[in-house]
C-alpha cells in the first residue's frame, strides 16, 4: 500500500551523513506546558523532548494545537503553564520569558514570509547582521549552495517559484546555526507533485544541515515519509509518538488508527482463543497483545485496505456486497458492505474489477498482528 | 479580471460588427471629451506665449514671485512632514498596538478629513485670532497678547490638522495588508522588535506612507481657502488676487508655475503607485503580533486626545457653539441665510453629477479595455482634474469664456462644465473598477441559459456596473458642494451658495452667521467619505 512504501523512502535517507555531535542529547524539552485563551484549551499539559539532529513531525488535524506548540517553541506565544527548556536551559516557564530573538530557534512559515523588499542573498543575510562582509558572503554562499539556488542569489522573491522560495526561506532560517529549526506546514503551498520531490529534499537539506528541527503537518503521508519520531497530536495532547513504522502498524488508540491511513473497524465477539466477526472466526493470536481480559465481550479489530481481499461469490455464501469503487490508478479500493453492518475497504490490483452490487466473500490476508480496541 | 476579457465581453454583448463601429465612436466621443478637459489649459498656454518673452522672464524672477514660490514650497514641506509625524504614529498605535479604545481612535484618526479646511481654519481664527474666543476667554485674566494664528503658524497648523488623515489612511492601509509573520520571521532571526520594525516592517509600508505625504503635498499646494484666511502669500491665493485685480498676465504666469509643481506631485506619486502595484500585498496576511505599550500607555493616549481634539472636536464644536449661542457679529445686520443657496448648492451638484456619469461611461468603457491605443487616455485625463488648482481651473474658463464664448460667462453652464473637469474622474474611476469586475463568464452563463446578448447585458452587466456609477455620482455631487474657488470666480453675479455664503460672512466677520451651511458641508463630507469606505468594502468582498 501507498502508505507503506512512504516509510520504505526513510530508510533510504539514512545513508545521508548528518553533522549531528552526540545523537542521544536532549535538545528541546517541554515539559506539561499548556495554553489556553480564555475558556478554550488549545494545548493541555503536553510533555515531549526531542533529541539531537531528530527530525520530529506534530501531526493532527486542524484546531488540535499543533502550530500553537510551534509558536510556543519559538516565544512567538507564551505557554499558560508548564517549562520549555532548550539544550537544558529554561527559556519558558512561570518566571521566565525569553524573546523570540534569545532563543536561537529558526522557522520556516507556511507563508515561507520572505522579505519581499530584499533578495535571496539580502534575505538568507538577514539574520547575520553581525558578522563581518566577507564571512556574511561566504555563508550565503554555503547556504546557497546547500539548497541549490546558487544561480538565484540576486533574485527577488516574487520572482522564483513556490519550491525555490521554501529553499530560500529554509537557507534564511539555518543561516544563524539554531539550535532547533521549526516548519510550519512547510509544503502546504506547492502542489502536489512538487510537494512528494520537496519532502526528499528537506529533508537531505536539513540532515545534512545536522539541525534539530520539529515540523507540523496535518498530512499524515508527509509524516510518514519525511520524519524520524511522529507525535500525533488530538485536543491539545499527544496520543501517540514513536517511530512511523511502528505508530502506523501499532495505533495505541481509534483515533491515532484512523488517522493514518484509510482504517476500518470489524466488530467481533471474543470467545475463548477465537473471535467472530462478519467475515468469519479466527484465533485470537492474530490480534496484537493479550485479549482474554475480554472474554466473552466485543471488540473492534483494525483492518486497513491492504489487509482484505474481496472474492466474487454466490448470493448464498456471500459475506457482503460492493457498494463502491474508487479507482486510484494503479489500483481499485472497494467499499464492502457487510451483512454483519460493519463497512471496510479492500485493496485491490487495477486488473481486478467488481461492479457495485456484486456479492463478495471477504478473505483476511494480513500477515501482521492486528490492533484492537475495546469496542465503545 | 484581465483587461483583455473584457473584450469577451463586448463580443459577447454586441457581436463583432456592430463592436467595430462603436468601437470607432467611442474613440471619437473620447478624444472629444479631451479637448474639452484640456481647453482651460490651452487657454493658460495661448494666453502665456502672448506674454512677452522680456516681460515674462521679468515677472518669473520678480521678488514677488520669488517669496510666493519659497512661501508655497516652505508650506508644502512643513504640512506634509508634520501629517507624517502625526499620521504614521497614529496608524501604528491604532494598528499594531494594545492601545485602549482602537476602533474608537480609529475613527476619530480618520474623520478630520471630513472637515473642509476652509471651514477649519474658519473656526480656528474664530477660537484663536486676536478677537476669538480664546481671547476674550483670556482677557479676565490680563493676558492680552496671544500667539499670532495668521500667517505660515496657521495655516501649517490647520492644513495638518486636516490633511493628516491621508497619511493615516494609506499607511494604515499598507500595515493592514503587509505580511505580518515577516516580523515574526525577523524575531525568530535574532532581530529584536525594534530592529525588526526598522529592517521589515518600515521599508514594506515605506510607498504607503509616502503615497500618503504626495496626497498631502497636493492638497496643500493646490488649497485656496486655508492660505486666504490665514492670509499667507502661496500661489492660490496670489492668483486669485491677481485676477481680481485684473492683472492677468502675473496671474498666468503664477498658474504656470502652480501647474508645474503640481505636475510634478503627480509624476512622483505616478511612479510611486506602479511600484507599489500589488507588490508587497500578501493574500495570507497574519496581524504579526500586538505591541504591548506599558509605560508609553498613557503619552499614546494623551497623543490620540490632542489630536482628535484639535482636528474633530474643536472646529465641530465652535460650528455647534455659533449654532446654539450665536457667534460674533450673529444679530448683525448684512445677508442672512436664504433657502435659495441651499437649492442653488444642491442643484448644481446635482447637475455636474448628472453630466459626469454620462461623460464617465464612454471613458471608463474605453479604460476598461486594453487593446485600443487610446485606452489609457481616460486614466490621463483624470490627472488633469486632480492637477489643475480650483483657482487656476476658474482663472483660465473666465478669460477662455470671454474672448471666444461671452454668453457662457458667469452662466451656471460654466460653472457645472468646471465642476465636471475638476470631479469627473472620480466617477470614471468607480465605473471603471465595477466595469472590471464583470466576469465575461456571468455573461456566457447568461447565454448559455437562454438569454439573447442583449437581455444577458440587461440582467446582468447592468445590475452589476448600476452601483459603480451611483458611487460615483454621489462623489461628484459631494465634493461639487464643498468646492471654494472655481465656485466663487464663476458664479453668475448673485447666485449664492453654502460655500460662497460662507465666502462672504467670514470675509465680514459674521462668523455664527456660517453655523448651518458650515455644519451641513461637513455632513456633506463625512457622506462622501461614508461612499468611498462602502466603495472599498463592495471592491474587497
Sequence with gaps: ?376 | MATGDYDRVAEQTEGATTEQTASGLLSVVAVGITFLVLSPLLWLFLRAVEIEPARAVELVTSSTTVTVTANTVVLVATVTALSVVVGVPLAILTVQTDLPFRRFWTVTSALPLVVPSYIGAFAFVSAFGPRGHLADLLAPLGIKQIPAMYGLPGATLVLTLFTYPYVFLTTRAALLSFDGTTVEAARSLNQTRWQAFRRVTLPQIAPGIAAGALLVALYTLSDFGTPAIMQYDVFTRMIYNEFGARRIDYAAVLSWLLLVMAVGILAVESRIEAGRDGAYISRRSRRPGEIRLGRLKTPALLFCALVATLGLALPVGILLHWLIRGGIGYSATGQSFELAFAWNSLSVAAGAAAVSVIVALPLAYLAARSDSRLSSLPDRLSYVGYAVPGVVLGLALVYLSLRYLPFVYQSVLLLVFAYVVRFMPQAVGTTKSSLLQIDPGYIEAARSLGYSPLAAFRKVVLPLVAPGIAAGAALVFLTTMKELPATLMLRPPGFETFVTYIWQVQDAGYYGRAAIPALVLVVVSGLSMVVILRRERYNAG
Design chain 1, 1 to 376: 500500500m501507498q502508505d507503506n512504501t512512504q516509510i520504505g523512502t526513510t530508510a533510504a535517507f539514512d545513508a545521508v551523513e548528518t553533522a549531528v555531535d552526540d545523537p542521544s542529547a536532549e535538545v528541546l524539552a517541554l515539559d506539561g506546558v499548556s495554553k489556553t485563551y480564555g475558556p478554550e484549551t488549545a494545548v493541555d499539559e503536553l510533555t515531549l523532548s526531542v533529541r539531537d539532529g531528530e527530525l520530529l513531525t506534530l501531526l493532527g488535524p486542524s484546531g488540535c494545537g499543533k502550530t500553537t506548540t510551534l509558536r510556543m517553541i519559538a516565544g512567538l506565544e507564551r505557554p499558560t503553564t508548564g517549562t520549555v527548556s532548550i539544550r537544558n536551559e529554561v527559556v519558558a516557564d512561570e518566571t521566565t520569558f525569553r524573546k523570540p530573538e534569545e532563543r536561537n530557534v529558526g522557522i520556516v512559515f507556511q507563508s515561507y514570509a520572505l522579505f519581499p523588499h530584499l533578495n535571496v542573498e539580502e534575505n538568507i543575510a538577514f539574520g547575520l547582521a553581525e558578522a563581518d562582509e566577507r564571512e556574511t558572503d561566504q555563508r550565503v554562499s554555503e547556504l546557497l549552495e546547500l539548497v541549490s539556488l546558487e544561480r538565484h542569489r540576486q533574485k527577488m522573491p516574487n520572482q522564483l517559484s513556490g519550491g525555490q522560495q521554501q529553499r530560500v526561506a529554509l537557507a534564511r532560517s539555518l543561516a544563524p546555526e539554531p539550535e532547533v529549526l521549526l516548519l510550519d506546514e512547510p509544503f502546504s503551498n506547492l502542489d502536489v507533485r512538487l510537494r512528494v520531490e520537496m519532502r526528499e529534499e528537506v529533508r537531505e537539506i536539513l540532515k545534512r544541515a545536522g539541525v534539530t528541527a520539529i515540523s507540523v503537518t496535518h498530512d499524515q503521508e508527509e509524516a510518514l515519509s519525511i520524519s524520524d519520531r511522529v507525535a500525533i497530536m488530538n485536543d491539545g495532547a499527544v496520543e501517540q509518538i514513536g517511530d512511523p513504522a511502528e505508530v502506523f502498524e501499532n495505533p495505541e488508540s481509534r483515533f491515532v488508527a484512523s488517522f493514518l491511513g484509510q482504517a476500518s473497524f470489524l466488530s467481533g465477539r471474543v470467545t475463548d482463543d477465537t473471535i467472530e466477526t462478519g467475515i468469519g472466526t479466527f484465533e485470537t493470536n492474530r490480534l496484537n497483545g493479550p485479549v482474554e481480559a475480554y472474554n466473552g465481550a466485543t471488540v473492534d479489530v483494525l483492518v486497513r485496505p491492504d489487509d482484505l481481499r474481496a472474492i466474487p461469490t454466490a448470493e448464498s455464501t456471500a459475506e457482503g456486497y460492493v457498494t463502491q469503487r474508487q479507482y486510484n490508478g494503479p489500483s481499485f479500493v472497494y467499499r464492502v458492505k457487510l451483512h454483519s453492518g460493519d463497512v471496510v475497504h479492500c485493496l485491490h490490483n487495477h486488473s481486478e474489477s467488481f461492479k457495485p452490487g456484486e456479492p463478495v466473500e471477504i478473505d483476511l490476508t494480513a500477515d501482521h498482528p492486528l490492533a484492537w480496541y475495546p469496542t465503545e
